[in-house]
């Protein structure tokens, strides 16, 4: 038997214990750390300068990274989306994204969808008042609310919607890029863990000061 192997394999799995925050070890999120931190390729980002190492107080740490990169890939996406709603009457990636909501739920009140597209009221009010000027979506009394609105899309906006899928899906597909499947699920994992921790602090402390949501 190979000791040394083993040896490695103890040790890594020392390193995995200590660096989870204390959750319950698990094989799979073992597996995951391991794809993780193995096999890193070092990227030259031409987009940071060296001039702000001479100020520690700006020294970019992995925190400022992530945040960085994912501000980056949204950009992206939007860029694309941009491209792949050409000649459509669908505006934008938020309108494609309210309507692709209303296509799961039968009838959600503007502040639900709003809120499941993870944006502001007053923001997420105008993008409402274009689909229904466009007629993409309809309203209706709130049976038990009669201060609120039931939004459903309509068979226009499904018709709309549909003719647009396709193009979304190239999108989708461009903002996998040159990930194999394993990373992609890994990554996957990963922001679905992220955005479980976000959407609990939006639903339920997205009024607090920024300093005591840390």
């Known amino acids: 038997m190979k000791y040394a192997f083993l040896k490695e394999l103890i040790d890594l799995a020392e390193q995995y214990e200590s660096s989870d925050g204390g959750s319950a070890p698990t094989t799979e999120g073992f597996a995951r750390w391991v794809l993780g931190s193995k096999g890193k390729e070092e990227f030259v980002d031409e987009r940071v300068g060296d001039a702000h190492k001479q100020y520690p107080a700006v020294t970019e740490q992995i925190e400022t990274t992530i945040a960085r990169m994912v501000i980056y890939l949204y950009r992206y996406a939007k860029l694309y989306s941009k491209k792949a709603l050409e000649g459509s009457i669908i505006q934008s990636p938020d309108e494609f994204g309210y309507l692709a909501t209303l296509l799961s739920f039968d009838k959600l009140s503007k502040s639900e969808l709003i809120a499941k597209n993870i944006q502001e009221k007053p923001t997420g009010m105008e993008i409402i008042k274009r689909l229904l000027a466009q007629g993409l979506v309809a309203q209706e009394d709130d049976p038990n609310d009669r201060r609120s609105k039931l939004l459903h899309i309509t068979d ?22 040159n990930l194999s499947m394993q990373e992609k699920e890994h990554l996957v994992y990963l922001l679905r863990k992220l955005d479980h921790f976000h959407y609990d602090l939006y639903k339920n402390d997205k009024e607090k000061t920024l300093s005591s949501l840390g």
């Open 156 to 177: 226009r906006g499904k018709g709309v919607l549909f003719q647009a899928f396709g193009k979304m899906s190239k999108v989708s597909d461009l903002i996998g890029g």
